[in-house]
């Protein structure tokens, strides 16, 4: 038996999942840091907050915006290779949506998997409804939240 339980508002165009006993004994608090840096075609790093701070601002040495830049593909996006300080944190969570497969485990302060799982390849921010999934005895089977 299918059944909704509620609902779930997106405001960061991510969702994690984990058990709320771990919020208090391993989330922690750390900046949020993805630099978001572009290799031009002529070699230069341009970075997000340092060399523009809105896409569609024109960079005077170019005479264009980021968002012109990488439209007339005269940049590409560099990996992000700074790993998160803490295995469990906002910063931690963006640095896994915002990578190559937009999803990924998320670990506990010891290292081992399992403290949560976020997702941001679903389309972005909302509120989505989220359904419980029973046997015939009642019992959860599945917790589902549809994003589409």
């Given at each position: 038996?299918?059944?909704?339980?509620?609902?779930?508002?997106?405001?960061?165009?991510?969702?994690?999942?984990?058990?709320?006993?771990?919020?208090?004994?391993?989330w922690?608090?750390?900046?949020?840091?993805?630099?978001?840096?572009?290799?031009?075609?002529?070699?230069?790093?341009?970075?997000?907050?340092?060399?523009?701070?809105?896409?569609?601002?024109?960079i005077?040495?170019?005479?264009?915006?980021?968002?012109?830049?990488?439209?007339?593909?005269?940049?590409?996006?560099?990996?992000?290779?700074?790993?998160?300080?803490?295995?469990?944190?906002?910063?931690?969570?963006?640095?896994k949506?915002?990578g190559?497969?937009?999803?990924?485990?998320l670990?506990?302060?010891?290292?081992?998997?399992?403290?949560?799982?976020?997702?941001?390849?679903?389309?972005?921010?909302?509120?989505f409804?989220?359904?419980?999934?029973?046997?015939?005895?009642?019992?959860?089977t599945?917790?589902?939240?549809e994003?589409?």
């Amino acid at each position: 038996m299918r059944k909704l339980i509620g609902h779930c508002a997106v405001d960061s165009g991510q969702i994690l999942i984990c058990d709320p006993a771990y919020i208090d004994s391993e989330w922690e608090k750390e900046e949020f840091d993805i630099p978001r840096r572009y290799r031009h075609n002529d070699g230069t790093v341009l970075q997000f907050h340092k060399d523009f701070i809105r896409y569609d601002i024109v960079i005077p040495k170019y005479g264009k915006s980021m968002n012109d830049i990488m439209a007339a593909n005269e940049a590409i996006e560099m990996p992000d290779d700074v790993p998160p300080v803490h295995n469990f944190s906002y910063n931690a969570c963006a640095k896994k949506t915002l990578g190559r497969s937009g999803e990924g485990q998320l670990n506990f302060q010891m290292g081992h998997p399992g403290v949560g799982v976020v997702n941001g390849d679903f389309g972005g921010d909302g509120y989505f409804p989220v359904y419980a999934n029973t046997d015939k005895d009642g019992m959860v089977t599945s917790i589902t939240i549809e994003f589409q």
